[in-house]
Each structure stands twice: as structure tokens, then as C-alpha cells.
Nanobody
Framework: QVQLVEFGGGLVQAGGSLRLSCAASGSILRINDMGWYRQAPGKQRELVAAVSSGGSTNYADSVKGRFTISRDNAKNTVNLQMNSLKPEDTAVYYC???????????????WGQGTLVTVSS
């Protein structure tokens, strides 16, 4: 079974830091883009940050300069370091990956189960 499993999240005070990690497992040949999305109560899911297999990154304007995305292609993992957290960063964070898998050979869009990040003021 191909899946994404997330780690991290929790409760932190404003100005604090958290690190989210995500690992892909299963019959994966390669992963193209990996990223993190978030969904706050009553809002649509939005892209937070993404990283290509070549290391190119893309960030939402609201997190630029505060969040850093990184990945390890050999381990099929992606991390999100979140610094200077604000109450408006409170949301469920989802890992996402575009992966080529075997048995049968096909491309899948994978989502993690979500992890809650709560930033108190």
C-alpha cells in the first residue's frame, strides 16, 4: 500500500517553532513534486510550500521567510520547518506528493492523514 505518513504538529505559542515531517512508503518508483497544504476551519485548503525533485521551492506569500521546506529524495521524505509561528497559521496540515508507483505502473496523487498545528496567542 502506497501512503504518506506525517509526524509533528501540536500546540505552540506565537513566535515559536514546529517541524513537520512526512514519509512516503510502498511501491514507489519516484516522486515528482512534494508539498504541504493546510486547511483552517471554514477555509479552503491552500498550498503552503512545495519542492520539486530537483529542489526548486515555492512558498505561499504568507509564510515566506518563516517556513522552510526540504526533502530527501533517497528516503522519500519531506519536512516543513515552521518558525515565527502566528495564530493565523493554525490549521490542519497535509502532506502531498505526486508519485509514480508500480503494480500497476501509474501516477498517483498522495495525501497524508493531516496533522493539527495550533498556535496560541
Amino acid at each position: 500500500q502506497v501512503q504518506l505518513v506525517e509526524f509533528g504538529g501540536g500546540l505552540v505559542q506565537a513566535g515559536g517553532s514546529l517541524r513537520l515531517s512526512c514519509a512516503a512508503s510502498g511501491s514507489i518508483l519516484r516522486i515528482n513534486d512534494m508539498g504541504w497544504y493546510r486547511q483552517a476551519p471554514g477555509k479552503q485548503r491552500e498550498l503552503v510550500a512545495a519542492v520539486s525533485s530537483g529542489g526548486s521551492t515555492n512558498y505561499a506569500d504568507s509564510v515566506k521567510g518563516r517556513f522552510t521546506i526540504s526533502r530527501d529524495n533517497a528516503k522519500n521524505t519531506v519536512n516543513l520547518q515552521m518558525n515565527s509561528l502566528k495564530p493565523e497559521d493554525t490549521a490542519v496540515y497535509y502532506c502531498n506528493a505526486a508519485a509514480w508507483v508500480t503494480s500497476p505502473y501509474r501516477k498517483l496523487e498522495l495525501w497524508g492523514q493531516g496533522t493539527l498545528v495550533t498556535v496560541s496567542s
